[in-house]
């Protein structure tokens, strides 16, 4: 059987344009997919960022080597200097020099993946009052897992919830030397 040519140019024409808008559907449902997607971690971020903002402990992602990725805004508080100058290497030349093998160690054994980690070291913090700046040195304690995104040893990324025990370590102190005094009497 014989189809006529402009029978045969019709019939053509309904078969393309099936076909020309189930790839524009495609390419419209793809793109709307895309667009959720983009919104759904820009609110997921958001949520992060308010948690991060509102929490008095500081969260903070190092590398390996103990370079801060990321610090939560709660850090300025605690350390007395803006979130930017504790990134890289900022908090660990904070830390004061007998505790810094203390804080490596305890980053790379996360590393390692030995499990969570605590430790206790101090830092410096910079107080502004009308007599200028003062520095003091706070203790810290810093509880430390690795990030299950990274879980290869090389590129091994752990976070760290930290907190100031100042406090704790004063009445420890002050209770360790009242028991020094009753053991002498």
Not at 93 to 119: C, F, K, P, S
Not at 141 to 166: G, K, Q, W
Request: net charge negative; hydrophobic share 40%.
């Amino acid at each position: 059987s014989h189809v006529p040519t402009d029978l045969h140019d019709m019939f053509e024409g309904f078969g393309i344009a099936p076909v020309v808008l189930y790839c524009a559907g495609l390419a419209f449902v793809a793109q709307s997919l895309e667009e959720a997607s983009r919104e759904m971690l820009n609110a997921e971020e958001e949520r992060y960022g308010l948690l991060a903002r509102n929490m008095g402990d500081v969260i903070s992602r190092h590398r390996r080597n103990g370079a801060v990725e990321f610090i939560s805004p709660a850090a300025t508080t605690l350390f007395g200097v803006p979130e930017l100058d504790l990134t890289g290497h900022g908090l660990f030349n904070r830390v004061h020099v007998a505790d810094r093998v203390a804080y490596l160690t305890a980053l790379t054994d996360v590393a390692r993946g030995t499990g969570e980690r605590d430790v206790e070291f101090r830092v410096r913090r910079e107080t502004a009052g009308e007599d200028g700046v003062t520095v003091r040195f706070i203790w810290i304690e810093m509880r430390c897992r690795l990030l299950e995104e990274t879980a290869s040893a090389e590129n091994a990324e752990i976070v760290a919830v930290m907190r100031d025990v100042s406090e704790r370590k004063s009445h420890q102190q002050a209770l360790d030397l009242a028991r020094g005094e009753t053991e002498k009497a």
